[in-house]
């Protein structure tokens, strides 16, 4: 069996910062993450995906209803429901990729 200094449960905002903290002391440390990827629930299923979905939907809001008074005509605009899901995988994605280096560095 392994042994550690520290083990840290979740590896969300907290939970990685604390690790590499735990890490640049000196200490063998665990991280443990109930989803696949690092980042907890907030970058995994919750805040990330959350604004990314919502970031989409504002460029939508603003090209149907707002373009017009800025002398662009953006017409027949037409959502395109698997490519926002694709953007915000993609952005989630990235965002695990940049935390598993993280974890990887330290």
Known sequence: M???DTTIIGSGP??????IRCAQLGMKTALIERYST????CLNVGCIPSKA?????EHFENASKHFEA???KAEKIKLDWPRMRQ???D?????????????KKK
Not at 38 to 41: E, H, K, P, S
Not at 53 to 57: A, G, K, T, Y
Not at 91 to 103: D, N, P, S
């Open 2 to 4: 392994t042994k550690f």
């Open 14 to 19: 907290g939970g990685y910062v604390a690790a």
């Open 38 to 41: 690092l980042g907890g629930t």
């Open 53 to 57: 979905l919502l970031d989409s939907s």
């Open 70 to 72: 800025h002398g662009i």
């Open 87 to 89: 953007r915000k995988d």
């Open 91 to 103: 952005v989630v994605t990235q965002t695990c990729a940049g935390i598993e280096y993280l974890m």
